[in-house]
């Protein structure tokens, strides 16, 4: 599992970019999160999530807000 911060929204899309604590840039889809809303997304939000090979290069799945307190 990854951890990293959502660096980009892209809303009338439905996909953004995750800053990962490994120092790359992982792209992901509406439809790879996990118990959340993409509307509910806010850059900078801390998320867990698993890589996956995808045609165009990495990819997030399983994406997870990582819940404070």
Same mark, same amino acid.
Request: proline share 1%.
């Given at each position: 599992?990854?951890?990293? @911060?959502? &660096?980009? =929204?892209? *809303?009338?899309? *439905?996909? *953004?970019?995750?800053?990962?604590?490994?120092?790359?840039? +992982?792209?992901?889809?509406? %439809? %790879?999160? +996990?118990?959340? @809303?993409?509307?509910? =997304?806010? /850059?900078?939000?801390? +998320?867990?999530?698993?890589? /996956? !090979?995808?045609? &165009?290069?990495?990819? !997030?799945?399983?994406?997870?807000?990582?819940?404070? *307190?």
């Amino acid at each position: 599992m990854h951890t990293g @911060k959502i &660096k980009k =929204l892209v *809303g009338e899309r *439905g996909f *953004g970019f995750i800053s990962d604590n490994d120092g790359r840039e +992982v792209f992901f889809h509406q %439809n %790879n999160i +996990v118990d959340s @809303k993409f509307s509910d =997304l806010k /850059e900078d939000q801390e +998320v867990e999530f698993d890589v /996956e !090979a995808s045609e &165009k290069g990495p990819r !997030a799945v399983n994406v997870r807000v990582i819940q404070k *307190g």
